[in-house]
Each structure stands twice: as structure tokens, then as C-alpha cells.
């Protein structure tokens, strides 16, 4: 007896389409390529900032006469981001079991967020207010120019936040949607301990 | 013979500008800080989209061994 013929194409008969699940859905591949584009981006301000920094007359960094930045105050700011990308871990952990349950740990992450932001904005009034500005030095052009980047990705994450916040609330966020925004956060906390070290500590 | 006598002379003409070079001619932390520099940006992308690869690849096999279990 003949054996029968396993389906193999679609002119087989018994033949079943398989849909396949992507490996990655394409939200969290459109922010991939963006992540990948915006550390490049910061990886030259970076270089540029380490360049014109031993290029400084006599080797002295920061340069004389500029308000020393305020290391200590940031650190406690730098903690309060580093707990709100831990927030949104755990956000994600609770929406993997149920959905609604994720919604105090993400307002806390866009809570602690803004307080970063806000911090940061307080600083740089005082430090405009002792004469760092973006024209003072090659020191306050580089510093505002980075740290305000990174700012610009901070506000923008936030109100991506508030946006997923609100689809969580009316229960039609998708998982997929829920992961970008998260890499977009994780992207800007982990960026931050980075540049504190290079500009406040370098 | 004549060809290497034009390249060398050629060399020693050029030698000259070729200090002007930020990286070359200028010393100490300046050239350290290029270098550096070089190597990081360099590195970055490399780096990065290894890692794309790397995680591509295991969700692949994830995938496969996943099918090759199903009925």
C-alpha cells in the first residue's frame, strides 16, 4: 500500500496555512533602529565633549572661572530615575498577569519621571542664574547640549508614557505597545548614569 | 628603482603637512582622546547591531525548536 503523501505545498491536499507569530512585533523593532540611532547620536556629543576636554588650555577641566555642577544634588536625582526605570519593571511584570494591576507601578515610574525632569530644571536655573550658560565656554555649550538632550528624550518618553497610561486605563493597551514604551524609559534611564558620569564626574 | 625613488621623494615631500594632522602631530591627551574616541565610535554600532543579531538569531532557534515539538 502506498504510504500517503504528507501536505507540503498549498496544491497538496490537507495542506494547512500556518500563521506564523512574529518574532518581533514591529513596534518594538521601530524602536529598536530608533534606540540604535539616538545612541549614536549621544555617542558623538560624548565624543566631541571628551575631545575639546583635553584640548583644555593647561589641561584644566572644568575650566576656571565656570560654576561647578551640583554632583551631589544629581545623584539623589540620578537614584530617583533609576527607581523609576525599576517602576516601570515591575509595571511590566504585573501586566504579563493582569492587565490592570500594572497601573499604580506605571504612574509611580511617570511620577518619579517628571520629578527627575523637574529637578534637572531646577539646576539648570541656578546653574544660568551663576553664569553657565550655552555661550559662557566650550563647558556650558557641551553641558546643556547633551544633559538638554537627554532632557528632550526624558519629556518625550514621559508623554509617551501618559499616552500608554491612558490606553492601560481604558484596557486597550497591547502588549506590543506597552513593551516600546518601555524600551523607550529603559533607553532613558540607562542613558543618564552615563552621561553623570562622563559630564558631572569627568 | 626609479618608481620607489618617486614614492620616497614623495613622502618626504608630504611629510611635512602631514603634522598638521590633530592626530598624528598633535601629543599627549589630544591624541589619546581621538584615539579613543575612534575606537568608541567605531565600536558602537558594531556592538549594537551584534547584539540585534545575537538576540535575532536565539528567538529564531526559540522558534524553530518550538515548531519541531508541535504535532
Known amino acids: 500500500m502506498a504510504e500517503a503523501k504528507v501536505p507540503t505545498t498549498s496544491m497538496d491536499p490537507g495542506f494547512r496555512h500556518r500563521r506564523r507569530k512574529a518574532l518581533l512585533p514591529d513596534a518594538v523593532i521601530g524602536m529598536i533602529f530608533f534606540i540604535v540611532t539616538e545612541v549614536m547620536l549621544f555617542s558623538g556629543f560624548i565624543s566631541g565633549f571628551s575631545i575639546i576636554k583635553a584640548n583644555a588650555p593647561g589641561n584644566v577641566w572644568p575650566p576656571p572661572g565656570q560654576p561647578r555642577l551640583p554632583i551631589e544634588s544629581t545623584a539623589v536625582n540620578t537614584l530617583i530615575l533609576l527607581l523609576s526605570g525599576a517602576a516601570i519593571f515591575y509595571a511590566g511584570r504585573r501586566f504579563k498577569e493582569d492587565a490592570p494591576s500594572a497601573a499604580r507601578p506605571f504612574l509611580l515610574a511617570v511620577v518619579l519621571g517628571s520629578m527627575f525632569v523637574i529637578l534637572q530644571g531646577s539646576e539648570w536655573v541656578a546653574l544660568l542664574r551663576d553664569g553657565l550658560t550655552m555661550t559662557s565656554s566650550s563647558y556650558g555649550s557641551f553641558f546643556y547640549m547633551i544633559v538638554g538632550s537627554h532632557a528632550v528624550h526624558a519629556v518625550c518618553a514621559i508623554l509617551t508614557l501618559l499616552y500608554l497610561f491612558a490606553r492601560l486605563q481604558r484596557g486597550t493597551l497591547s502588549s506590543e505597545a506597552f513593551i516600546a514604551g518601555r524600551m523607550f524609559w529603559y533607553f532613558v534611564v540607562f542613558l543618564w548614569p552615563f552621561l553623570y558620569w562622563k559630564v558631572y564626574l569627568g | ?71
Open chain 2, 1 to 71: 628603482m626609479m618608481r620607489r625613488s618617486l614614492s620616497v621623494l614623495w613622502l618626504l615631500g608630504i611629510s611635512s603637512p602631514a603634522w598638521a594632522c590633530a592626530v598624528c602631530g598633535g601629543g599627549g591627551q589630544n591624541r589619546q582622546a581621538f584615539i579613543d574616541t575612534m575606537v568608541f565610535m567605531s565600536a558602537m554600532p558594531l556592538a549594537m547591531f551584534g547584539g540585534i543579531a545575537a538576540t535575532i538569531w536565539y528567538l529564531v532557534r526559540q522558534a524553530s525548536e518550538l515548531e519541531s515539538t508541535e504535532p
